[in-house]
Nanobody, 130 residues
């Protein structure tokens, strides 16, 4: 059974940091890209970070460059999202998802709405207070 389980969400003050984890199982981790997505109330789900687990290539949306970092531990089948300098507008449910590594896979991950994604986690809530 394929599973993606996010953890690490919670309440943080503006300017603070959080690290989210995405633990994957049930598929060949190295064959998939893992992305982070978020959905704020009343807004579409957007992808903002993706990592190709085969070679560690990373792709960022402009909205999070310089503040958020993605990394993976292939031995643990886990991807991390380090979020710094958090803003109230970062408040959302954060999801991780996996899709096959194909040509230009990152374009689908970073599209709104995203495409090219096969498996989704259930999400974890991040609330940034002002």
């Amino acid at each position: 059974e394929v599973q993606l389980v996010e953890s690490g969400g919670g309440l943080v003050q503006a300017g603070g940091s959080l690290r989210l984890s995405c633990a994957a199982s049930g598929f060949t981790f190295d064959d998939y890209a893992i992305g982070w997505f978020r959905q704020a109330p009343g807004k579409e789900r957007e992808g903002f970070l993706v990592i190709g687990t085969t070679d560690g290539s990373t792709y960022y949306a402009d909205s999070v460059k310089g503040r958020f970092t993605i990394s993976s531990d292939n031995a643990k089948n886990t991807v991390y999202l380090q979020m710094n300098s958090l803003k109230p507008e970062d408040t959302a449910v954060y999801y991780c998802a996996a899709g096959p590594i194909i040509d230009y896979y990152y374009s689908g991950f970073l599209s709104t709405p995203p495409y090219g994604v096969d498996y989704w986690g259930k999400g974890t809530l991040v609330t940034v207070s002002s």
